[in-house]
């Protein structure tokens, strides 16, 4: 059974910091590019950030650049997302997701999708 299971969500102040975690199972995890995608109420999916399987490319929409850092452990399956300098913007549900594309923000190839965990930052 695939499964990419997030954690590290939670309730954050403004100007804080939040690591997600992304857990892979159930398919071959150096095959795919992983990525990081939010939603908020009533607005569109969003791409965040990606890196590529080997962990040469990573791309990460403007408005996390400098603040958010993607990076993978390939012997544990997981993908992590570090966040700093939170927002209230940043307040959303977010997905991890094999199959980005590692130089843009386009999701039209994802494979596999999480469940999501919610990110909250207060002001």
């Known amino acids: 059974e695939v499964q990419l299971v997030e954690s590290g969500g939670g309730l954050v102040q403004a100007g804080g910091s939040l690591r997600l975690s992304c857990a892979a199972s159930g398919f071959t995890f150096d095959d795919y590019a992983i990525g990081w995608f939010r939603q908020a109420p009533g607005k569109e999916r969003e791409g965040l950030s990606c890196?590529?399987?080997?962990?040469?490319?990573?791309y990460y929409t403007e408005s996390v650049k400098g603040r958010f850092t993607i990076s993978k452990d390939n012997a544990k399956n997981t993908v992590y997302l570090q966040m700093n300098s939170l927002k209230p913007e940043d307040t959303a549900v977010y997905y991890c997701?094999?199959?980005?594309?590692?130089?843009?923000?386009?999701?039209?190839?994802?494979?596999?999708w999480g469940q999501g965990t919610q990110v909250t930052v207060s002001s």
């Open positions: 890196i590529s399987s080997s962990a040469g490319s990573t």
């Open positions: 997701a094999a199959g980005c594309v590692p130089w843009s923000s386009y999701y039209g190839l994802v494979r596999y």
